[in-house]
């Protein structure tokens, strides 16, 4: 009997994830948080103007909430493919505990597949890392790509994670800026 294959959804594979899952579980993956600090070229923007879409940075005792997909056996090695092409400008994978329930001390997954868009600029040319609130609010407003507005992945974003009971402060008041700018 084959492994399990799970995929942890951060950002547009909350409300999007384009492929036919076994099972969807809402919760959390610990000690990382969700923030726009990567470059978009190829979706919400383009090669001239990036967009900002989001990753994760390390953070101690924080918890970042999305969604697990467990992929079917039979599409599995082509909706990995479809993840690789969609994924591209995320240059690293990490396979961490998956969580449902803030109480458990076991992880309801073992080894998610997290897509990551590291920090160096070597091996991801499109990280844009931290900028003030402001300046990221103008840039996601001005951006737009193949995918459409920059601005509508930011509401999509927060709009799933809320359905879910999730307000992320980051995706919160980044929304938040970007209204009162618009």
Known sequence: M???TWIFGYGSLIWRPGFAYDDKLV???KHYRRVFYQGSTDHRGTPSFPGR????ISSPGDLCWGVAYKLKDEDKQTVLQDLQFREKQYDM???????????AS???????MVYYASPNKELNPNYLGPAPLEEIARQIIQAEGPSGPNRDYLFLLEEALLKFGCEDPHVRDLANAVRSLL
């Open 27 to 29: 919760g959390f993956i």
């Open 2 to 4: 084959a492994t399990a």
């Open 53 to 56: 879409t989001v990753t994760l």
């Open 93 to 103: 994978k990490l396979y961490l505990d998956f969580y449902t329930d803030l109480s």
């Open 106 to 112: 076991t992880p309801a997954v073992t080894d998610v």
